[in-house]
């Protein structure tokens, strides 16, 4: 929501991976972690902290387990997929290719970290009016990172300018 405030959530346009009786996984995918100031990652290896730090081909997922890479990609059928849109994969080969290579492959975004809600945490959330819903598009590959959550949020029809600075259903 606009008046989001946690700058790990603020502007945060999530990919929900799992929801179930253990709790919710998501992965925000609008955020390059180059814009991200990360306290307490837990990266010990300076020069990896230094790549996460200037590359504008990785993405900030959560700030949980932030050692950790995945793939996000349109479904290719290749690896376990989330959804039918959506896979999820840890290929070393590919992370490579994205890392080191100029371009980075179409409809892919190599993403650290992740958020996680306990049982029922991200329902309460949503109840209270903190996060809104909506169906995958297409726009978390082709829209800008930086553009993305004011396009979606146009896409609900509202004016992130409009906005009270509290949650809440009315």
């Known amino acids: 929501m606009p008046n989001m405030v946690d700058p790990y959530f603020a502007r945060s346009v999530i990919f929900i991976c799992e929801d ?6 998501g992965i925000i995918v609008n955020k390059p972690i ?18 996460l730090n200037e590359s504008k081909k990785i993405y900030f997922g959560g700030p949980v387990n932030l050692n950790e890479a995945c793939i996000v990609r349109k479904n290719t059928g290749e690896a ?20 080191f290579s100029e371009k980075t492959p179409k409809n892919t975004k190599l993403i650290f970290g992740h958020a996680s809600w306990d049982r029922d945490q991200l329902k309460r959330e949503i ?8 169906n995958y598009s297409d726009s978390i590959f082709n829209i800008p990172p930086k553009n993305l959550w004011k396009k979606l949020i146009h896409m609900f029809g509202l004016d992130n300018y409009k906005f009270v600075g509290t949650s809440g259903i009315s």
């Open 127 to 134: 109840e209270r009016g903190d996060w809104l819903i909506q």
């Open 20 to 25: 179930d009786k253990n709790g919710t996984m």
């Open 34 to 51: 180059s814009q991200m100031k990360i306290i307490n990652s837990g990266i010990k290896n300076k020069i990896f902290e230094d790549i």
């Open 80 to 99: 376990d997929d989330f959804s039918e849109k959506i896979e999820l994969s840890t290929d070393l080969g590919l992370i490579q290719k994205i890392l």
